[in-house]
């Protein structure tokens, strides 16, 4: 059947572009903001759960000039300087200590590697406890040459990437773990990375700054029963110059702060909404009156008061979903594109979540765009249902 | 001969900012079955007001519409939209196509409200049409039409259904003589082949007077001439 109600309503939307238009974009709106804020804090809620401390390190030690602790945990870039690799033999000799798993960062640059702002990240064959399980579980045993790969990247196993003029084989792949500098990680041995840094310089290459026995940070894994705020406060009192960021400590904070980014990214959002139904309001209202006379000969050619007030309803319900698609896509679109400046804004890491979630966060979108809908349209709705047949012909004349 | 349409006392009252505007004052009129009547009078004498009454369109203040003996205001919406569907055809002063279909599915439109609109309709829209000359309109939106050619479509759609009343308000007032002699044609064929009731208000003396019988309104009351 051609002719419905479906028919009519998409022939007004159609018709009526301008309105069509404004409606779609209010909503649309609106749910971007919607979608992008759950998508964001989701994203972000992930990468905690999943941060350094799900690697089993619980206790982080860096410069003592390094950045504020959540940066550190989870952010992006470790911009702090090197450190001695000797401080790892002090450190693993403190009491209740189980482990210390040294790492370097060097940050490729434009031109030397297959890209720039990657992360080279060295570790320890022996003492590591962080990248080495996945190792084994995967391959066994690291080749020369070979290389592990974060999650972040697509790569499949085999592939060869460029570092420093030498040709490393991704052989394994870690899992995500929502920190920024593993994600994006390219793991070698530490060796080979001093071999490596060593060589550049000699050959010239842009220069690579780390020297042999320079490590980034050092990451402390306890005994079971051990308190690690007193471990770090006894590393920082026998160290001044380092700091000893406490895992879970930190990520407390870190969650603080996001429930508060949480509430005003929720608050913009309801006001995004709130904004977007009473526009969408105005516009129903508006365009229900100049639809009366149309309204009028539908109830001459037979239609119910239902069947208006369905036409009406049915056509905001249209706009919200359309409206509420295409913003969510806007959404998922900008966070993706711009993940590395909103994640240089934030300091922060995040993952996109999984498919299950996205689709979990936009049925829920698409339903607050649904509530907004209705009650936009039902006043309009009902005052056209109600309108006597001739008065809403004449009207006009 | 068995009677189609009887009101009963049937009266308006309009109130308009405090004043009140009695716009049909107890007009008992009673119309057999394949009556063809015109009805004439000034404007504003309230001629329209009482076609509306009689399809279901306006809430008398008073009176009473029987159709086929039954009171139409006494109706639920459902059945009176029904019935305003299946037995009546209007034609109204104004025009009255909806603007963003095309003149197809304008003429559609009262199949489509009664439920499925099949091929017969289809048919029935398109020889409609060809009886006004406007079968090569078909896929047009009402603002590609003439006044004049607009008006056709509606008239053409009150037939739709095929309906047991017409009501045709002014249906040919800004038509040049050969569409008003079309249109003239196409009443009077409906009435004599198919037996459909018409009332038709017209300004047009010469129309009225092809009529078997026509009434003159006159302040809100009916007289017959
Ligand atoms: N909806 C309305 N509200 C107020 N007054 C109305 C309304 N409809 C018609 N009238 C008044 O009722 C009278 C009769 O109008 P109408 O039935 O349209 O007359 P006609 O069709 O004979 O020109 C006029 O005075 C008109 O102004
Ligand atoms: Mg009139």
Redesign the interface.
């Known amino acids: ?4 109600l479906l ?2 309503a998409l ?2 939307l ?3 572009k301008f309105r069509t238009l404004g409606v779609v974009l209010a909503i649309a709106i609106a749910s971007a903001a919607l979608f992008s804020s759950i998508m964001l804090m989701k994203s972000m809620s992930s990468s905690i759960e999943l941060g350094m401390a799900q690697l089993g390190a619980d206790i982080m030690v860096v410069p003592g000039d390094a950045e504020p602790e959540g940066a550190i945990l989870l952010g992006g870039a470790p911009e702090w300087g090197y450190f001695s690799l000797r401080y790892a033999e002090a450190i693993s000799s403190l009491e209740d200590v189980a482990g210390v798993a040294p790492l370097a960062f060097v940050e490729t640059t434009e031109g030397c590697c297959f890209r720039s702002g990657v992360y080279i990240v060295g570790f320890d064959r022996e003492k590591d406890f962080l990248i080495k399980p996945w190792v084994e579980k995967q391959v066994g045993e690291l080749r020369a040459f070979d290389a592990v790969a974060g999650a972040g990247y697509d790569w499949l196993p085999g592939s060869e990437v460029r570092l420093y003029g030498v040709s490393f084989t991704i052989v394994a792949k870690i899992p995500a773990t929502g920190v920024a500098s593993f994600d994006r990680g390219v793991f070698i041995p530490l060796d080979r990375l001093y071999w490596l840094s060593k060589r550049s310089r000699e050959a010239g290459i842009a220069g690579m700054p780390l020297e042999q026995g320079e490590v980034s940070a050092l990451m402390v894994r306890l005994e079971p029963d051990a308190n690690p705020v007193s471990v770090a406060r006894a590393i920082e009192f026998q160290f001044p110059e380092l700091r000893a960021v406490v895992a879970k400590k930190a990520l407390s904070n870190v969650k603080r702060q996001m429930q508060v980014m949480l509430q005003s990214l929720l608050a913009l959002s309801a006001l995004t909404w709130l904004t977007a139904v009473i526009l969408v309001s105005v516009i129903l209202s508006m365009s229900v009156n100049e639809r009366r ?2 309204f ?12 208006i007030f369905g036409q009406v309803v049915v056509e905001a319900y249209l706009l919200a979903t359309l409206g509420s698609v295409l913003g969510m896509l806007a959404g998922y679109t900008f966070l993706a594109l711009f993940q590395d400046v909103i994640e240089g804004y934030l300091r922060m890491p995040y993952l996109l979540p999984n498919e299950l979630y996205v689709a979990l966060i936009s049925i829920a979108t698409i339903d607050v765009a649904l509530i907004l809908a209705t009650i936009a349209s039902v006043y309009p709705a009902y005052r056209s249902a109600e309108l ?4 809403a ?2 009207s006009g ?1 | 001969m068995n009677r189609v349409i009887a009101t009963e006392r049937l009266t308006k009252i309009y109130n308009t900012g405090g004043s009140e505007i009695k716009a049909v004052r107890g007009v008992s009129l009673r119309v057999e079955k394949g009556e063809f009547i015109s009805i004439v009078g000034h404007s504003g004498s309230g001629k329209t007001t009482l076609l509306s009454m009689i399809g279901g369109l306006t809430r008398p203040t008073y009176g009473r519409v029987l159709i086929d003996g039954v009171d139409i205001w006494a109706m639920s919406d459902e059945e009176l939209s029904r019935f305003r569907n299946r037995k009546i055809g209007f034609m109204f002063q104004f025009s009255s196509l909806i603007s963003t279909l095309t003149v197809r599915d304008n003429m559609l439109l009262p199949a489509a409200l009664s439920g499925k609109v099949e091929q017969q309709h289809e048919e029935r829209a398109l020889e409609l049409l060809e009886r006004l000359g406007l079968e090569h309109r078909a896929g047009a939106y009402p603002a590609q039409l003439s006044g004049g050619e607009q008006r056709r479509v509606a008239v053409a759609r009150a037939f739709m259904n095929r309906p047991e009343i017409i009501l045709a308000d002014e249906p040919t007032g800004d038509l040049d003589e050969e569409s008003e002699e079309q249109v003239m044609e196409l009443l009077t064929h409906m009435n004599r082949e198919e037996g459909v009731t018409i009332l038709l208000v017209t300004h047009n003396l010469e129309l009225a007077a092809r009529t078997r019988r026509t009434l003159r309104m006159r302040r809100g009351r009916l007289e017959e001439r």
């Open positions: 059947m051609r002719m419905s028919h009519l022939q007004n159609r018709m009526r006379r149309e009028g000969i539908l109830r001459a050619l037979g239609a119910t008061k239902r069947f006597e047949p001739y008065d012909i004449r004349e």
